[in-house]
């Protein structure tokens, strides 16, 4: 299942994105992709939500794999320590 995020993932939109990625926490029969080539930023609560599909798919014995993800964005993940959680394509 491929989640396509655009723009900013921050405070504003992360009720409208928590609401619009809700099937990914009921997928039980999927690898789980977020496409991040289009996100330009991502605040703690898109950071929240990530973790909260990674615990669903972890408990559904599934992997999350984040796909494209620039520099800016990486370097977020690795000073929250969010970076080992994930898998990256």
């Known amino acids: 299942m491929v ?5 900013r993932l ?5 009720e409208e994105v928590e609401t619009a990625l809700k099937p ?3 997928c039980t029969d999927k690898d789980i992709v977020i496409d991040c080539t289009k ?13 909260n599909i990674l615990k669903s798919a972890k408990k559904n014995g599934r ?3 984040l ?5 800016d ?7 929250t320590g969010f970076l080992p959680l994930f898998k990256f394509l």
């Open 67 to 71: 796909k494209g993800m620039k520099n």
């Open 3 to 7: 989640a396509i995020l655009d723009g």
């Open 39 to 51: 996100l330009d930023y991502i605040s703690s609560s898109g950071l929240r939500i990530f973790l």
């Open 24 to 26: 990914l926490l009921h």
């Open 63 to 65: 992997p999350v794999y």
């Open 73 to 79: 964005l990486r370097n977020v993940m690795a000073m």
């Open 10 to 14: 921050d405070t504003a939109v992360s």
